[in-house]
């Protein structure tokens, strides 16, 4: 679950708590007693469900997003990998014709020349 599925849940948790509490305040004003708890009871199931159906799709969301995310890091893995090897042919080429290649001090030469 991350940062922002939490925080959701934190949110519509204490908007639930405070719709929950004005409607049954509203309630036992109008109704009898036990109308009032019949009616915030449904109260809270309604946002219950409501809360629930909402951070299952964020939920669903944030897999999707993740599996995405994997991919893009896979390929730009694979990626880096093509160009480092492309980098130690061409440092091996320059030094093969008696070149050194103006490198960065902290390159290291995964062939260990």
Known sequence: MNVW????GIITAAGAGFASAVVYS???RKKTKAEAQKLSAEA????TK???DLLT???HQAEKTEIKLLVEIQ???SRINELSEAVVLLVDQLRENNLEPQLPENFSHPGGK
């Open 5 to 8: 599925t939490f925080l959701l």
């Open 26 to 28: 509203y309630a036992n």
């Open 44 to 47: 809270a199931d309604y946002i």
């Open 50 to 52: 409501a809360a629930t």
């Open 57 to 59: 799709k964020a939920q």
């Open 75 to 77: 390929r730009l893995e």
